[in-house]
């Protein structure tokens, strides 16, 4: 079982960055892959990116790339988003999702294929 807290959401300027964190419990976080997705009103659930347990692959949606990055600190059970250059666009509730390790692929982009899912963060970008 895996419980998952986000933070470091909040209001910014376009053009500013944000910094979020997805803190984990349980000792086996580091055989879990991770990812990012987010929800805006009216809107369905949106992949962000994601990392695989070894930290050494990662996946970005194209409407991120370039702008947003994924990372993990194994050590301190922690995932995080860095986004800069922020667009109104990017507005929405962003959410940490978690899938243990398995043999072979999956696909990341899918929401059904995580288990684990924390209760978001609020990012607001002001134009």
């Known amino acids: 079982q895996v419980q998952l807290v986000e933070s470091g959401g909040g209001l910014v300027q376009a053009g500013g960055s944000l910094r979020l964190s997805c803190a984990a419990s349980?000792?086996?976080?580091?055989?879990?892959?991770m990812g990012w997705f987010r929800q805006a009103p009216g809107k369905e659930r949106e992949f962000v990116a994601a990392?695989?347990?070894?930290?050494?692959?990662?996946y970005y949606a194209d409407s991120v790339k370039g702008r947003f990055t994924i990372s993990r600190d194994n050590a301190k059970n922690t995932v995080y988003l860095q986004m800069n250059s922020l667009k109104p666009e990017d507005t929405a509730v962003y959410y940490c999702?978690?899938?243990?390790?398995?043999?072979?692929?999956?696909?990341?982009?899918?929401?059904?294929?995580?288990?684990?899912w924390g209760q978001g963060t609020q990012v607001t970008v002001s134009s």
């Open positions: 349980g000792r086996t976080f580091s055989s879990y892959h």
């Open positions: 990392i695989r347990w070894s930290g050494f692959y990662t």
């Open positions: 999702a978690a899938v243990p390790r398995t043999v072979g692929s999956m696909s990341y982009e899918v929401p059904g294929e995580y288990d684990y």
